[in-house]
């Protein structure tokens, strides 16, 4: 396998294998309980990766091809993609509650969404650290694009504070998710 393909100068291949993997996900969903469980069950499984992970991976799908297309800031795009999740998670535990019970991590979702004491705060950690990755993106996608943003000192310095921090959340997201017994 040639991995030069997947170099940073090919944003664009990345993006493209992302999105198959989504859209494979979205047909074997669909072969196994229908198009409406199956599709529902795709939007849940994307809700979970933009509110239940702590970084910006889920959100990912809609941010990059915006930046690259619009020149939107990720950061802005992503609280439409954190809007989007949340409402589609709403949607589904109001209207299709059977699907939370189709697999392993549709039932964790669910155990999420309707315990907010303690289950909330892996949202809430997840949100912290998605926006600060995406805030980390974004300086460095600007740099790339030179901007009027140095690559000096100060750069550097915050953009390790902001590594630092990403690194902190996640692993306070892991020592949570084992204090509340959460296996995946």
């Known amino acids: 396998m040639n991995f030069n393909l997947f170099n940073h100068n090919k944003p664009w291949l990345k993006f493209l294998l992302l999105m198959g993997l989504f859209f494979l ?12 469980d199956g599709g529902m069950v795709t939007l849940l499984t994307w809700s979970f990766f933009v509110l239940c992970t702590p970084v910006a991976d889920a959100g990912f799908l809609l941010d990059f091809p915006i930046r690259l297309l619009y020149k939107v800031k990720m950061l802005h795009t992503e609280v439409i993609v954190w ?26 979702f669910h155990e999420i969404l309707l315990n907010p004491i303690p289950y909330w705060l892996i949202i809430v950690l997840c949100g912290i650290g998605t926006f600060l990755s995406i805030f980390l993106g974004d300086q460095v996608f600007d740099v790339f694009e030179s901007k009027n943003i140095k690559f000096n000192q100060w750069f ?19 020592h949570l998710l084992i204090t509340l017994n959460i296996n995946f």
């Open 156 to 174: 550097i310095l915050k953009i390790l504070l902001l590594l630092g921090l990403i690194l902190s959340i996640i692993y306070l997201y892991y």
């Open 83 to 108: 809007l989007l999740a949340i409402c589609f998670s709403l949607f589904g535990a109001l209207y299709y509650p059977e699907v939370f019970e189709m697999n392993a991590l549709m039932k964790i």
């Open 25 to 36: 996900y979205f047909v074997y969903l669909v072969y196994e309980y229908g198009i409406e």
